[in-house]
């Protein structure tokens, strides 16, 4: 009897053992790989918006309340991740979207509305942590569209005048150097936008060859040598970034395409030093401006005609992957640094932003939507490849059911046996 009751106890052990193990291992495989929480940063207040830029930990919060029936705001934020603690900039009436992060520092652009008829005045403000106020830019300018850090120096577009009919009238670039206080204006055929910096090299859009007809160029800053991607006669190439050599731009083959409801378009990518590009994406769906930090790629598309999805693409892995579902019915701002991924979304109809840490995602490992990158070289010509379309994928299934089944087998022969 007692052997019986030994057996029972000794059986219900190895069973409660077991179970046991499969409580702790399977989790443990269901999370191996999976990215952080989705992690809202900040909500603005009702009515106002939120944007933001992302680098090396910190974050540059603009809350903007538009001018409407009430006078409109603008307050500036950096948020520092680590700490997740968040601090308000000493700035008095920034435009709001004009700024950039590089480290520690901060630039963004103050407006001085001025009683004569020569309209407002744009002073630039740098903003290195260290110090108690920011450091004004000396030279004042009569609109900025683009504003960037890079090597310390900083890549200014906008009008240093309102006359149109003059070089320094357009949307040009200049360059500013604050260590000797000196101002670069470079002289590009055009008016210049989306620009954007890394170490020696610039990337900007312009419209030298009319409306609708954008394209993306390269400059080093070295030389002021600037060269053109892609061929402007087989579509419309916009919104550039870049990282180290790496160019990562939008393309779209049907030049009208932004004033329709259905949009083919792609995302490529060109290395400056071979000058060969490749397919990044070909969703079949409009594609947001794309962001890139070392080898990895990201933007917002809404592929499948529902809300805009949050994408990654792994220029090692060679793969795409759903970084998040936002609540957008328009695209929102994504950007990337390190492996940080940051975007706005809409949350109960407050505008918000988001972060998701992406360091522990293996592709082969991840659960979203996924595609193959197509490749294909070209030397300054337009891009027309077939498109290729993701599929689901789940992964970590079958191993969780390959363990289950061998945990269940060994249940049923420690059964037998005892």
């Not at 193990?21 to 989705?38: F, K, N, R, Y």
């Not at 004033?259 to 769906?285: C, D």
């Not at 917002?300 to 529902?306: L, N, T």
């Not at 993701?390 to 299934?397: C, L």
Request: charged share 25%; glycine share 8%; with cysteine.
């Amino acid at each position: 009897m007692n052997d019986m009751h030994d057996h029972a106890s000794r059986k219900t052990q190895i069973l409660f053992s077991l179970l046991l193990i499969t409580g702790i291992i399977l989790p443990g495989v269901q999370a191996a790989g999976i990215p952080g929480d989705e992690v809202t940063i900040f909500t603005a207040e009702e009515g106002a918006y939120a944007y933001g830029i992302v680098d090396s930990g910190n974050i540059l919060i603009s809350e903007i309340y538009p001018d409407s029936d009430e006078p409109g705001w603008v307050k500036l934020y950096r948020y520092n991740i680590s700490r997740a603690s968040i601090v308000t900039l000493p700035a008095g009436n920034p435009d709001g979207i004009n700024m950039d992060i590089c480290g520690d520092t901060i630039i963004w652009a103050e407006i001085t509305e001025k009683n004569d008829f020569s309209g407002p005045e744009i002073t630039l403000n740098i903003y290195p942590d260290r110090e108690d106020m920011p450091m004004e830019i000396p030279d004042k300018f009569k609109s900025v569209s683009d504003l960037k850090l890079v090597n310390g120096n900083v890549v200014i577009t906008g009008r240093d005048s309102f006359m149109l009919n003059s070089g320094s009238g357009m949307s040009d670039i200049y360059i500013y150097y604050p260590d000797e206080k000196r101002l670069i204006h470079q002289e590009i055929p055009g008016r210049q936008g989306s620009v954007s910096a890394s170490g020696d090299y610039i990337v900007f859009q312009d419209d030298r060859y009319g409306q609708m007809k954008n394209t993306v160029h390269i400059m080093n800053l070295k030389n002021s040598v600037s060269w053109q991607i892609g061929d402007e006669k087989n579509g419309v190439f916009s919104s550039p970034d870049i990282s180290g050599e790496k160019v990562v731009y939008r393309f779209d083959e049907d030049f009208g395409s932004f004033l329709k409801e259905e949009v083919s378009q792609q995302l490529l990518l060109t290395e400056i030093s071979t000058n060969k590009t490749k397919i990044i994406a070909s969703p079949g769906a409009r594609i947001s401006e794309p962001k890139i930090d070392g080898d990895n790629i990201v933007w917002s598309d809404r592929r499948y005609k529902e809300h805009y999805k949050i994408w990654l693409y792994d220029l090692n892995e060679e793969r795409e992957t759903l970084v998040a579902v936002t609540g957008n019915e328009y695209p929102g701002a994504v950007e990337i640094s390190g492996s940080t991924v940051m975007w706005s979304d809409f949350v109960d109809g407050r505008s918000t932003l988001k972060i998701r840490e992406m360091s522990s995602l293996k592709a082969s490992d991840s659960d979203p939507l996924y595609t193959e990158t197509t490749q294909q070289n070209s030397e300054n010509k337009g891009i027309n490849d077939q498109d290729k379309y993701p599929a689901e994928r789940k992964s970590g299934t079958s191993l969780e059911l390959s363990l289950v089944a061998v945990i269940s087998g060994l249940v049923l022969i420690a059964g037998k046996r005892y």
